[in-house]
């Protein structure tokens, strides 16, 4: 599920050197008005068996990426950095994170074409040749099966439910 434009010519330029400080690129968003936009480029920690970065952490690792969006200037004007971890709603986008998070309930938006575009249902995994991933799902109790490439995102949906205790 490759983004397009600005956003992947970040990830590209981000990915390498996260890399090499044991970090993930989780995601990048460039959102807001034209003349002042804000890049939000979400950081976790790239061992999935660490538990999820902390503030301290992601406070640390925001110094290179914003070194090195200075070096590629991605904007011709002025634009605000956010820099966070993916928090409970995390996206995902690359195979390995559909493999990572199977069990979990996702909400999927697939890209501009003909049929059904949004999906929510449980993450059963991802399967195929690199380049042919396709994404499974239980929907309703059917099994889906998307095109990773026709996905435009995918996000995990927390569960609150047993968050607020017994009733």
Known sequence: MPKQGLEQEIIDVLEPIAATRGVDVVDVEVVGASKAPCVRVRIDHADESAPTITLDEVTEETEWI????????????????????????????????????????????????????????????????????????????????IALQDIRSCKIKPDFSAAGGKK
């Not at 995902?92 to 199977?102: I, T, Y």
């Open 66 to 145: 914003s070194d090195a969006l200075d070096e590629m200037d991605p904007i011709p004007s002025s634009f605000t950095l956010e820099v966070s971890s993916p928090g409970m709603a995390r996206p995902l986008r690359k195979p390995r994170d559909f493999a990572r998070f199977a069990g979990q309930t996702v909400s999927v938006s697939l890209v501009p074409g003909e049929g059904r575009r949004r999906y929510t249902g449980t993450l059963l995994g991802i399967e195929g040749d690199p380049g042919a991933e396709l994404v499974a799902l239980d929907v309703d109790g059917e099994r889906t099966e």
